[in-house]
């Protein structure tokens, strides 16, 4: 059923040498054309990973791969480059919901002034920001928060209130348990979530993101 198709997409991207790169987006609307454009940017991030490791630029590819449509084509999208040798998350966001970060200080949203959405080509920013060992970071589509009766500004609290609550736990934990507090979303919904681990427990000290992502709709239907 076209329905059942929409324009979610995902991926983490192994950059070696203790960094990943991790990408949410949404195309607009359902059905084929939507999977269409979602299939396109997830293959233009891989094709940009493979030559450069700046978020800003893997998102400018995106704008362009959209302007050379026949029709009119927007998305959003935030691509986060995470180095555990630096210690350092870089975040590059185009209209996409807020990334939340957690540590030991407490849960806060980055990019809440988030730049152009994608096919609206601009100048876009790079945030920078330290990551702390046993922190977790959440990437994920409007589809987690947006709720018909509920402003989004009071979703967006709650998640980060549920982030911080649930500071310490996996990676897996945090998706499911955020997936669990919303309910059954009335669109498609994506949460990518990394941790870093203390640096006591990885092997020489090395501190690895533990990545995990859940679909929620099929989360749900797995414990209809």
């Known amino acids: ?14 950059l070696h040498d203790g960094r990943a790169a991790l990408v949410v987006g949404d195309a607009p609307g359902f059905g084929p054309v939507a999977a269409e454009i ?4 997830r293959a233009e991030v891989r094709r ?3 030559e ?3 978020p800003v630029e893997i998102l400018e590819r995106l704008d362009e791969r959209l302007t050379r449509r026949p029709e009119l084509t927007i998305a959003t999208a935030v691509c986060a480059v995470v180095d555990t040798n630096e210690r350092t998350v870089r ?10 970060i957690t ?28 990551l702390a060992h046993g922190g977790a970071m959440h990437l994920y589509t409007d589809g987690l928060v947006e709720r018909r009766g509920t402003p989004l500004d009071e979703s967006l609290r709650e998640l980060v209130r549920l982030c911080r609550d649930l500071d310490g736990s996996s990676a897996a934990e945090l998706a499911r348990r955020t997936t669990e507090r919303f309910g059954a979303p009335a669109d ?8 870093w681990a203390p640096a006591a427990a990885s092997p020489a000290g090395c501190s690895c993101p533990d990545i995990d992502d859940v679909r929620p709709r099929e989360e749900i239907a797995s414990r209809a």
Not at 1 to 14: I, K, L, R, S, Y
Not at 91 to 100: D, K, L, R, S, T
Not at 122 to 127: C, D, E, M, P, S
């Open 188 to 195: 498609d919904a994506t949460v990518l979530s990394v941790t």
């Open 103 to 130: 540590d030991h200080s407490g849960a806060a949203m980055l990019n809440g002034d988030a730049d152009p959405l994608l096919g609206m080509p601009a100048r876009r920013r790079l945030v920078t920001r330290p």
């Open 91 to 100: 975040i590059a966001n185009a209209g996409h919901p807020p990334v939340v």
């Open 52 to 54: 450069t490791d700046d």
């Open 1 to 14: 059923m076209e329905g059942d198709v929409a324009g979610d997409f995902h991926d983490v991207v192994d």
């Open 38 to 41: 979602a299939d396109e940017l």
């Open 48 to 50: 940009g990973f493979r």
